[in-house]
């Protein structure tokens, strides 16, 4: 009990608000505050997502021109997912699919999945000695089709300005299931800008089309917006399971690390976006590669559970301050 103050969240904590008007009328997050600087919103109507991230009053994700998008808009038929696309720091991708649209196996598959739009069935925030702890559910099930469970554990510290995220996959089902996931986190202004400064220790970076390899020289380079830039995408590759990548905001004194399992999380995305008011750099660690759940078939990169299976995944995300 600290004598100075009347009621706790004077200086940390959770709060449940929702929204009201426009698109995302209804929607409910979780706000989160700590004493380390680090404030956080939990959109628990998006799958338990990270809308927003600051460190210190200072922004680092990025919101998309779609805002807060409630679940009852989304379109699921080819790339329509971008119209309630709000980005946020963390949009989480899959689980029946990721990246481009496409038909696998006589099955359907939209951009990026579905899970990303769907509600949490179930949400609680618990509070223990050093961190607040949110758990949420998210069910990606069908009658005749697949029945997959995401559980979520998002672990913020008090003191330190760092969190994890802790996802349980499971298979609900009867039979043997195709899963793909991928944490498709994505930085924003100020933190991104041409003077941010990229770090990927990849062994190897493999540019995903002709366009992104004819810069390929200037994959961690950032720019200013441009008009009509379009988007380039690297696939990084890590010699052991050290999966790692870093942004540096010299004028902001601020630095974020994303550190993680490689060995389970075998694919890497960087997404560098420099448009005008489209201006984002997505970080993005998965179990797959975004070229559609077809190609990882044939490449023998999907993933899947058998019935009562399940997989966990980890991903660690540090924010500091940088000496001046």
């Known amino acids: 009990m600290n004598p100075y103050i009347g009621h706790e969240s004077q200086t940390a904590g959770i709060e449940e608000h929702r929204l009201i008007g426009g698109k995302g009328d209804g929607m409910r997050l979780y706000e989160v505050h700590t004493e380390a600087g680090l404030d956080m919103t ?46 946020g720091f963390l949009t989480t991708c899959g689980l029946q699919g990721v990246g481009t649209p496409c038909v696998d196996e006589g099955e359907e598959i939209p951009l990026h999945g579905s899970l990303a739009n769907f509600p949490a069935e179930h949400s609680y925030w618990t509070e223990e000695a050093d961190a607040f702890v949110i758990h949420t559910v998210t069910r990606d099930e069908t009658i005749f089709g697949r ?105 902001c004194n601020v630095a974020l690390t994303i550190s993680y399992d490689a060995s389970v999380l075998d694919g890497f995305v960087e997404w560098k976006m420099m448009g005008v008011r489209d201006y984002v750099l997505g970080l993005e660690c998965g179990n797959c590669l975004p070229d559609g759940r077809d190609v990882m078939r044939e490449n023998e990169m999907l993933k899947f559970l058998k019935p009562g299976e399940s997989q966990e995944y980890t991903v660690n995300i540090n924010i500091e301050s940088l000496g001046k």
């Open 147 to 251: 029945k997959l469970s995401l559980s979520r554990e998002l672990r913020i510290s008090k003191q330190e300005s760092r969190f994890t995220i802790h996802d349980l996959i499971e298979n609900r089902g009867d039979k043997e299931e195709p899963f793909e996931i991928l944490y498709h986190m994505n930085m924003g202004y100020p933190l991104l800008d041409e003077d941010s400064v990229i770090t990927i220790p990849s062994v190897e970076v493999l540019p995903r089309d002709k366009h992104a390899a004819n810069d390929i020289e200037h994959w961690s380079r950032m720019e200013k917006p441009q008009a009509g830039y379009q988007e380039r995408c690297y696939y990084h590759r890590f010699r052991d399971k050290n999966g790692y990548a870093r942004i540096e905001q010299p004028k």
């Open 42 to 87: 939990v959109s628990l109507d998006r799958a338990g997502d990270i809308s927003r991230l600051r460190y210190k009053g200072i922004n680092l994700s990025y919101f998309s021109p779609c805002g807060y998008v409630a679940p009852a808009y989304y379109e699921s038929t080819g790339t329509n997912w971008l119209k309630s696309f709000t980005a």
